[in-house]
Nanobody, 124 residues
Framework: QVQLVESGGGSVQAGGSLRLSCAAS????????MGWFRQAPGKLREMVAR????????LYADSVKGRFTISQDNAKNTLFLQMNSLEFEDTAVYYC?????????????????WGQGTQVTVTS
């Protein structure tokens, strides 16, 4: 049974930093892409950052470029999201996501597995 377990969320003042982790287990086939999505109240879920697991290449939403960094520790099957210079608009539930097909993970419908989500609250 595939599990994606996020941790590291919390409340932080604007300008601060948080590091999210996602522990992955139970995969019977290799992932092609893993990523972080977020959903703020009243808004659609959006892709924040994604990484192609074989190449390590990463892509970011324009709103977080230069502030967020996605990385992976393949030995520990863990995905990270380092979030710096946090802004009030970054407040959302953040979800770890994994895709095992060849379509990438830029969109919800490409995702095969989701974590339960972790709340990030940025106070002004």
């Amino acid at each position: 049974q595939v599990q994606l377990v996020e941790s590291g969320g919390g409340s932080v003042q604007a300008g601060g930093s948080l590091r999210l982790s996602c522990a992955a287990s139970g995969f019977t086939r290799s992932t092609t892409c893993m990523g972080w999505f977020r959903q703020a109240p009243g808004k659609l879920r959006e892709m924040v950052a994604r990484i192609f697991t074989s190449s390590g290449n990463s892509l970011y939403a324009d709103s977080v470029k230069g502030r967020f960094t996605i990385s992976q520790d393949n030995a520990k099957n863990t995905l990270f999201l380092q979030m710096n210079s946090l802004e009030f608009e970054d407040t959302a539930v953040y979800y770890c996501a994994a895709a095992t097909r060849s379509f990438g993970c830029a969109r919800d419908y490409n995702i095969d597995y989701w974590g339960q989500g972790t709340q990030v609250t940025v106070t002004s």
